[in-house]
C-alpha cells in the first residue's frame, strides 16, 4: 500500500477501495492516472499538490465511481485494439460492477 494510497484513504475511503483494486488488477500507474483522471486534475501518474487539492474537493463517492466508469471505458479500449482480449471483457466488467456495489455501501 504506497505512502500517497495510504494517505488517500484517511480522507476518501471509497475512493482509496477503489484505486486499490485497480492497481491490483492494472498496475499502480493505471491506478494514480484513473484517480487522476476522475478527480479533474491532469493523469501524469503524480500526485502533487493540484491532485491532493482536486482530491480534497471531490465527494469521496462519486469520485470514485467516475474512476470505476474510466477503467470501464480502458477495458473497452483493450478490446477494441486487441480483441483477443475479449474474452476477459466479461470479468472485468463484474469486477466493476461489484466494485461499484462496494464503493456505494
Not at 7 to 24: E, G, I, N
Not at 66 to 77: G, H, K, L, S
Request: aromatic share 12%; charged share 25%.
Amino acid at each position: 500500500w504506497p505512502d500517497d494510497f495510504e494517505k488517500l484513504s484517511q480522507t476518501h475511503p471509497r475512493l482509496a477501495f477503489a484505486a486499490y483494486d485497480c492497481a491490483v488488477n492494472m498496475g499502480l500507474g493505471w491506478a494514480r492516472r484513473l484517480v487522476q483522471r476522475a478527480v479533474g486534475t491532469t493523469p501524469d501518474g503524480i500526485w502533487g499538490p493540484k491532485t491532493w487539492a482536486a482530491i480534497r474537493e471531490s465527494g469521496d463517492f462519486m469520485a470514485a465511481a467516475q474512476m470505476i466508469d474510466f477503467r470501464r471505458e480502458r477495458y473497452a479500449e483493450l478490446v477494441e485494439r486487441n480483441k483477443d482480449l475479449g474474452v476477459f471483457l466479461k470479468g472485468w466488467l463484474n469486477r466493476c460492477n461489484a466494485l461499484t456495489v462496494e464503493v456505494s455501501k
